[in-house]
Structures are given as structure tokens and as C-alpha cells.
């Protein structure tokens, strides 16, 4: 499986903008990156995936560097209800399943 | 209708007792997985099935058993359990298994305790 490497956790104010970190650097040519994100008591929950262009959607950005053996997930403006462990995951073709790391807990301040 | 189904949300049970977690979803996936997840630690994949077969099974003990009679149902067959057994179980389903620029969906868990 391939390997992804998070901080353990990050700290973030409210209503400001957080980049997660991720480092991949064993990724392959065709592997995709997800993120999905654990808020507690409750099961995971996609938020974002891309292979080599950045990628925005309603929840987040994704910036994937040019090498792609980093990537970043931006949430805009951090709310409170953000706050949970989230993961950074390489889905590979030949099996694909969502291997999860340790993740980054995030936590938003008031 | 994009949500996987788990019941029951909570279960108590005896190292003796026989009990079965059930999962459904109605998005016409063909890809289920099971995974459990130990306080403060991340999920650890179980199984995986596709199109109705076993495909993976990450060396899980046999007291933990694994049925998919359906395409829209997964259940998982519980017997002699241990109390380290107690944890967060969690069914999953995306497209299929090869379709990885697609997401995958996740139930809210049956929270297992086992006395």
C-alpha cells in the first residue's frame, strides 16, 4: 500500500484558512489522492480527491504539486464544525481500497 | 439516496452470545468493505467484497464472518468475540473496486461492546 505522511495534528482559528499537509512520495503515475475526514462519533466522509490538476469543490481545495509526491487540502474558512481527524489516502488501480494512515487531527478555535 | 446503512448503531454482547451487524445501500455499488476502528486510531480495513465475492480479507480471525447475499447488502456474522473486539465497525461502499477516482461512502458504525 502506498505510504502518506500527515502531520499528527494541527490548530486553526475560526473563520481563517487551513492547509493540511500531505507527502506521498511513493506515489505511482496513476494513483489518485484522496482525502476524507473523520468528525468524531461519526464515520468518514469524502471530501476531495484529484490525480495531477488542483481540484476545488463546495467542501475544499486540493493543490497537488507538480511532482505529485505532495498535496495539500485547503478549507477556505475554517468553522468549527470542522473540526475532525482527517485523512490522506493514495487509491491505487489495482485494488483501490481506502488504506487510512494516522491523520491529522484538526482542531478550530472559537 | 447516497447513504450506507449500518444497524444496530450500538450492540452489547457476551463472549458467548451469536450476533450479526448489518450494512445496506441502495447506489448500485458493487464494492463493500468492513473495517474497524479502535479508539483514537484510525479505521483498519477488514474486508472487501466485490460484486458479491470476497476478494479481500486482511487476515481477519474466523470468529469474525463475512456474508453478502445481495448487491445492496453486506452483513458481518459474529461469534466468541473477545472483549478487545469491542470497537467502532464500519461498512463502506463505493462503484466498484477499480473505480478509484470515485468516493466511497461510509455508514455511521455499530459501536460493539463485548462483555
Known amino acids: 500500500d502506498a505510504k502518506t505522511t500527515q502531520p499528527n495534528s494541527m490548530e486553526s482559528n475560526e473563520e481563517e484558512p487551513v492547509h493540511l499537509p500531505c507527502n506521498h512520495s511513493t506515489i505511482s503515475g496513476t494513483d489518485y489522492i484522496h482525502w476524507y475526514r473523520q468528525l468524531p462519533s461519526q464515520g468518514p466522509e469524502y471530501v476531495i480527491h484529484?490525480?495531477?490538476s488542483n481540484v476545488n469543490n463546495r467542501m475544499a481545495s486540493l493543490a497537488i504539486a507538480e511532482d505529485r509526491k505532495s498535496s495539500t487540502l485547503i478549507l477556505h474558512r475554517a468553522t468549527l464544525r470542522d473540526a475532525a481527524v482527517y485523512y490522506c489516502?493514495?487509491?491505487?488501480?489495482?485494488?483501490?481500497?481506502?488504506?487510512f494512515g494516522k491523520g491529522t487531527k484538526l482542531s478550530v478555535k472559537p | 439516496d447516497t447513504e450506507v446503512t449500518q444497524t444496530p448503531k450500538h450492540l452489547v454482547m457476551g463472549m458467548t452470545n451469536k450476533k450479526s451487524l448489518k450494512c445496506e445501500q441502495h447506489?448500485?455499488?458493487?464494492?463493500m468493505y468492513w473495517y474497524k476502528q479502535k479508539a483514537k486510531k484510525p479505521p483498519e480495513l477488514m474486508f472487501v467484497y466485490s460484486y458479491e465475492k470476497l476478494s479481500i480479507n486482511e487476515s481477519v480471525p474466523s470468529r469474525f464472518s463475512p456474508e453478502c447475499p445481495n448487491s445492496s447488502l453486506l452483513n458481518l456474522h459474529l461469534h466468541a468475540l473477545q472483549p478487545e473486539d469491542s470497537a467502532l465497525y464500519l461498512c463502506?461502499?463505493?462503484?466498484?473496486?477499480?473505480?478509484?477516482?470515485?468516493?466511497?461512502?461510509f455508514g455511521q458504525g455499530t459501536r460493539l461492546t463485548v462483555v
Open positions: 463502506a461502499s463505493s462503484q466498484h473496486i477499480q473505480a478509484i477516482n470515485t468516493e466511497a461512502f
Open positions: 447506489m448500485g455499488h458493487r464494492a
Open positions: 484529484g490525480l495531477t
Open positions: 489516502i493514495l487509491r491505487r488501480g489495482s485494488q483501490g481500497n481506502l488504506i
